[in-house]
């Protein structure tokens, strides 16, 4: 494949893959990813056998190559009860449609990148994603040393989930994965770490609230109930009255 000039301003279109991809999608995997897929993904990706994808080409190419791939991103359709993440939905359990969009691969070719194409395609999923009624969210793995991407996924609103340990063997070494999760049409985690800690924050504001409430009336009655001054015969504080300085000291408990 030719690299473009660096002067070059790209066209960008997007396209369902088409068959006439298929040698370039095979190498651009090659060139981006290090895991290696079979004959049978890249023809069932071309040939749109339960694989949903998206092509990024450059029309005004240079080269005269207008129209060949230079960007791509594969997703497959799941069920939701089926998935390793069904436990990180929020959906009636008693409907068993419930689904969810996997992010297979996702990649721009290096000189294309820094326009925004990658942003692009994962719009386009997140879209098609919420155009299902059905579905409930957006997921993917990253392996764990790529920042870049992890880093690219959080900007677009994914949630970072788990940290999966050996999920990838390449070459014979594990790596390590983390799970991330775009929500869709309403859904969400039942509990996520933020949560947790939303639910403590508010569990300790109303623990405080309810002692702050309590030390009141008390000195409201303390107040009520003050002895006579032997020496004038009269309360020295009456029932409309409170002491100076009592709702400023019960104001700093709360």
Partial sequence: MLEPRSAHRPTIIYRPILPSDLEA????????????????????????HGI????????????????????FVTTRLVLAKESEIADL????????DATL???????????????????????????????????????????????????????????????????????????????????VNGSHSPCTPLNIVAAVAAYFRGLIRMLASKLWRNEDRHMRRWPKCKEANTLLVTRNERIPGAENSALECV
């Avoid at 092509?55 to 190419?61: L, N, P, Q, T």
């Avoid at 392996?143 to 063997?169: V, W």
């Fill in 89 to 96: 939905i929020q959906y009636n359990a008693s409907r068993k």
């Fill in 101 to 183: 969009v996997y992010i297979l691969t996702l990649g721009v070719v290096e000189h294309y990148r820094n326009h925004g194409i990658a942003t692009s395609l994962i719009q386009k999923v997140i879209k098609y994603a919420s155009s299902i009624i059905s579905c409930r969210a957006v997921y993917l793995h990253v392996i764990s040393y790529n920042l870049a991407a992890i880093n690219f996924y959080e900007k677009m609103s994914f949630k970072l989930m788990r940290r999966l340990q050996k999920f990838y063997y390449i070459n014979g070494q594990h790596y390590n994965s983390y799970l991330l999760v775009y929500y």
């Fill in 25 to 48: 999608l095979e190498q651009i995997h090659v060139s981006l990813f290090p895991i290696r897929y079979e004959r049978e993904f890249f023809l069932n990706v071309v040939r749109g």
């Fill in 52 to 71: 949903v994808s998206w092509a990024a080409v450059d029309v005004c190419r240079s080269d005269g190559r207008n129209g060949e791939l230079i960007g």
